[in-house]
Every structure is written in C-alpha cells, then in structure tokens.
Nanobody, 122 residues
Framework: QVQLVESGGGLVQAGGSLRLSCAASGRTFSNYDMGWFRQPPGKEREFVGDISWSGHSRYYADSVKGRFAIARDNAKNTVVLQMNRLKPEDTAVYYC???????????????WGQGTQVTVSS
C-alpha cells in the first residue's frame, strides 16, 4: 500500500502561482511513476502530467505545458506540482497518483490521494 496526501491548494488570482505537494508513505515511493490529475467542477477527471520513477522523464497535457512543472524528491518521498500563470479554467480538485506512466496517461493508477482544491479567480 502507498498512502498519498496532497497539500498546498487554495485560492489564487489569475496569473498567479501555486505549489502543490504530495507526500507518500508506505511501500517504496521510488518504485512508482507519479502523476497529477485534476477534476474541474462538473467535469471528468483529467490527466495533468507525470514524472518517471527516476525523475528523468516528464510528460504534460497540452493544456498545462509550459506553465506547470512536476518534480520529485525520492529521499523525501514527495512529488510537487508547480503551477504558474494560472487561469480560471485551472480551477479543479487536484489529485496525485502512483502507478506506471502507461497507466497514468490513460487515467488509471495504483494509488490515489484524496485531492486538494485549487480555485483561480478572474
């Protein structure tokens, strides 16, 4: 089992930045690729991006490419999502997830966090 706990959500004005963190406990964190997803109000959950177990490879959805960045620290069992130039359409509940990049990119994961709310005001 892997337990994932997100933090760092909140209210921010358009154009601002937020940094989300995901703390992992349980089985070996470095065994897993990690992903971030979001679920906007009234919509389906969508893939945001992922990072390989080593941290050497990252992949982002077109909607966030160039604005969001994912990093991980395997020594601290954490993965972060740095969100810059936020837009109102980035408003969503953000989730971190653990699995393989193959699974993550089709919306599947072995483990999910509980989510953290991000609200971007215009």
């Amino acid at each position: 089992q892997v337990q994932l706990v997100e933090s760092g959500g909140g209210l921010v004005q358009a154009g601002g930045s937020l940094r989300l963190s995901c703390a992992a406990s349980g089985r070996t964190f470095s065994n897993y690729d990690m992903g971030w997803f979001r679920q906007p109000p009234g919509k389906e959950r969508e893939f945001v991006g992922d990072i390989s177990w080593s941290g050497h490879s990252r992949y982002y959805a077109d909607s966030v490419k160039g604005r969001f960045a994912i990093a991980r620290d395997n020594a601290k069992n954490t993965v972060v999502l740095q969100m810059n130039r936020l837009k109102p359409e980035d408003t969503a509940v953000y989730y971190c997830a653990a699995g393989t990049t193959g699974k993550l990119r089709i919306g599947l994961a072995d483990y999910w966090g509980q989510g953290t709310q991000v609200t971007v005001s215009s």
